[in-house]
């Protein structure tokens, strides 16, 4: 199985999507949000202003996912979905942050893409303890993993402190 842990900007990788934790109104933001908003250039907010609201102000709800071109980055699309926030974890967070990972491979794969990559989905502002995320996010990309073409998978950690805590969640599960 391909998932592979590594540590930088995500912004950077050349690969065919980048997956990006953005809020529901896919207007941009902080964190990997507006690095990749950044990189991507103005035409990203102008295509995410044109996906249809599902209701005012919500483009993608959390859980769900949505696609872009990527414009001035490297990777050829933008991934785009909403994580939960952590609200004490008994607010269906773990499994709105299972959905994130598993609509975002489902659109990769329905674009047969052949290699994308993840940041630390909810992990920043949204609070969710990235030693609870992480073995459930690499077990729903386990899941949602295409057996007769498989994705490269990479996902990106901003920091080397957090990229032990995936690898060690990668090798729980080996
Ligand atoms: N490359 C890879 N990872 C990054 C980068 C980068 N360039 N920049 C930050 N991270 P966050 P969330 C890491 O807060 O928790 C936004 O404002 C970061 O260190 O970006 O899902 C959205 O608009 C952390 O480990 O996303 C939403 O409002 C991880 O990416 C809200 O934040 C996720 O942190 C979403 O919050």
Redesign the pocket.
């Known amino acids: 199985m391909s998932i592979e842990i590594v540590t930088g900007?995500?912004?950077r990788l050349q690969v065919d999507a980048i997956v990006n934790?953005?809020?529901a109104t896919l207007l941009?933001?902080?964190?990997?949000?507006?690095?990749i908003h950044r990189a991507a250039g103005p035409a990203l907010l102008a295509a995410c202003r044109e996906l249809p609201e599902v209701r005012p102000g919500v483009r993608c709800p959390a859980g769900d996912a949505r696609i872009t071109p990527g414009y001035r980055l490297h990777a050829r699309y933008v991934i785009h979905t909403v994580?939960p926030v952590w609200r004490g974890g008994s607010h269906g967070e773990p499994d709105l942050l299972a959905s994130c990972h598993h609509r975002s491979m489902r659109l990769a794969i329905a674009h047969g893409l052949q290699s994308i990559a993840f940041?630390?989905?909810?992990?920043?502002?949204?609070g969710y303890p990235p030693e609870l995320a992480a073995p459930l996010a690499l077990r729903s990309l386990r899941e949602a993993q295409d057996t007769d073409a498989p994705l490269q998978i990479s996902v990106?950690c901003?920091?080397e402190a957090?990229a032990r805590i995936w690898r060690s969640a990668l090798s729980a599960q080996d």
Do not use: H, R, W
Request: glycine share 26%.
């Open positions: 900007d995500i912004t934790a953005a809020n941009g933001g902080g964190g990997v949000d507006g690095a994580g940041p630390a989905i909810s992990c920043g502002v949204y990106c901003f920091s957090m």
